[in-house]
């Protein structure tokens, strides 16, 4: 009788766990609160940061990691969505927004980072196991795993339409931008083909840190001299302005932790600066910044009254961002009131202002740079929306200047049914009676800046100018 041979059991790979990773796991964490809360990452990412920091879990590599995960995700979802709708068995929408969150992550890393692609598959695998468990983190590789089979470049060639058969669609899955948003920019900014790749370009960089030195507490050469010479450049534009190096802190400077000077977009200070610098008729005492939150824009315009002898008021409708306002102008050597009010409904009588300033609620579509999850979140039906509300308080704001005192109107959109249209409504009276008032050619203000428009209103463009697309329209109430 032969002898009976061993059974032989099948051969499996020891269980591993997986790596945890505070980089990964922190940029998820911001991800589901994008999703879940509809925060805004600009404000859920550094207090994670922060906490990481103290917990000794990150040094500078780590952080600069983990932002370009969350805000590379962000700005890219809607092509990523595209390409991984190939990868998928099913309808994406059908897909459980934390495995699509994992799979956004890793597809940044293969797609849109220099991490190898084994590394970039093992590592969003390992988050997978961690915070979705080991049977979901299957699914996340086989997807991974497929997505492999192409760079960017041979993924767009499959998945966007050719340019001359639909130019919006090829270029939003190329640049990242909702059609109906390249439509509006295209629209807006007018031209060809190269100005808006240009513009649908400049949405998807990181922006800049820039900071403002408020008139008389400090200078941007002090600034410079803070932050040295590889740490800080001179603005472009603006007088105050300083650009950071990149992976610049702000708080490490002693100005902007003592509010001497502060954290502004360019574009913003120019719009401040504008309507300091507009023609008047008669005295300057008394100035107004009408939508004031958080501000900036108010920190900027009461240093420069403080120079001038002329008040500032500023005024907010949310009394959590009229506490923000107090703050940016605590310690304002001028004098100045914050008060929580309704625009629209003004606490102050009429005519009681030299100068106002109304930077209206607006879809954001020109600070996509900033706020990149804001282009698929928006709507083109949120236009219906905020156009009540931009046309009354720039109606209010022209009561509440004196005759001959000037009014700004300004927005962080350059969709036209959020700029030049809502002035001219508001003149002509349409929705309302007609303001009595005369367009201030608002160019020579911004002086050194090109590519400025025919007039008289102003409109910034990140490719242009390197600044969030600020609009501005300046008005002097003739009766």
Known sequence: MSQQQPRRHGTRKPYRRPKKDPVRILAFEALRAVDERDAYANLVLPPLLRKAR????????????????????????????????????????????PVLDVLTLGAHQLLGTRIPPHAAVSATVDLARVVLGDGRAKFVNAVLRKLTAHDLDGWL??????????????????????????????????????????LLAADNERPEVTLVARPGRSTAEELLAAAGEDGAVPGRWSPYAVRLAEGGEPGALDAVREGRAGV??????????????????????????????????????????????????????????????????????????????????????????DRVLVDVPCTGLGALRRRPEARWRRRPE????????????????????????????ATCSPHPAETRAVVEDVLKGRGGPAAEAEWIDARPLMPGVPELGDGPDVQLWPHLHGTDAMYLALLRRTA
């Open 54 to 97: 103290d917990a000794g879990d990150f040094d500078a590599r780590d952080a600069a990691l983990a932002t370009e995960l969350v805000y590379g995700s962000l700005r890219r979802q809607g092509t990523y969505d595209a390409i991984l709708a190939t990868c998928v068995d099913r309808p994406l929408r059908e897909v459980d927004p």
């Open 157 to 198: 060639e499959r998945v966007a339409p050719e340019y001359d058969e639909d130019p919006e669609d090829h270029l939003g899955i190329v640049h990242a931008h909702p059609r109906w948003v390249v439509s509006a920019l295209w629209d807006a900014l007018g031209g060809g083909r190269a100005g808006i790749e240009e």
């Open 264 to 353: 502004q977009d360019e574009g913003s200070q120019l719009v401040a600066l504008a309507l300091a610098a507009a023609p008047l008729d008669g005295p300057d005492r008394t100035w107004l910044d009408g939508c004031a939150g958080p501000g900036g824009k108010a920190a900027l315009l009461g240093a420069l009254a403080a120079q001038r002898g002329a008040a500032l008021v500023a005024s907010e409708k949310q009394p959590h961002r009229a506490r923000l306002v107090a703050r940016a102008l605590e310690g304002n050597p001028g004098p100045y009131a914050v008060i929580a009010a309704d625009g629209t409904r003004p606490a102050w009588r009429p005519g009681a202002f």
């Open 382 to 409: 949120d236009l219906d929306g905020f156009a009540p509300l931009q046309r009354e308080l720039l109606r209010q704001a022209l009561a509440a200047v004196r005759i001959g005192g000037v009014v700004g109107y």
